[in-house]
């Protein structure tokens, strides 16, 4: 079973964590799954860039990313080379280590 390890972030998870997953669902789901409340504004419909990540090992493990997805990547906050939304990001075989920027573009979010 694949491994999603998080890396520490301020608010949605200040110590990191270890999440055992399958392959085949998005990154998104499985955050939401294991209590890491990433943001999802569009509710995972590839609408906005809330769910923005950083791949920051096994990045070439995932299908690559569709025009769409980096037509909205180009307006997220942060972005650089690893970045790929967490809705359309789809755990395959092998571990990923992500990131989660430390902001967000969303405009009104329900959690703040």
Same mark, same amino acid.
């Given at each position: ?8 972030? !301020?608010?949605?998870?200040? %110590? /990191? ?5 399958? &392959?085949?669902?998005?990154?998104? *789901?499985? #955050? ?19 769910? !923005?990540?950083y791949l920051r %090992? /096994? ?5 690559? &990313?569709?025009?769409?997805?980096? *037509?909205? #990547? ?24 992500? %990131? ?13």
């Amino acid at each position: 079973m694949p491994q999603i390890i998080v890396l520490p972030h !301020h608010e949605l998870c200040p %110590e /990191g964590t270890v999440i055992e997953t399958q &392959s085949g669902i998005s990154v998104c *789901d499985a #955050l939401l799954a294991n209590d890491v409340e990433i943001e999802h504004a569009c509710e995972m419909s590839n609408a906005c860039t809330t769910c !923005h990540i950083y791949l920051r %090992e /096994g990045f070439d493990s995932v299908e690559e &990313s569709d025009e769409t997805e980096d *037509d909205l #990547l180009d307006k997220a906050w942060g972005l650089d080379p690893e970045s790929r939304l967490s809705c359309q990001t789809i755990v395959g075989d092998t571990d990923l280590v992500i %990131e989660i920027p430390k902001y967000t573009i969303n405009q009104v979010s329900e959690n703040h």
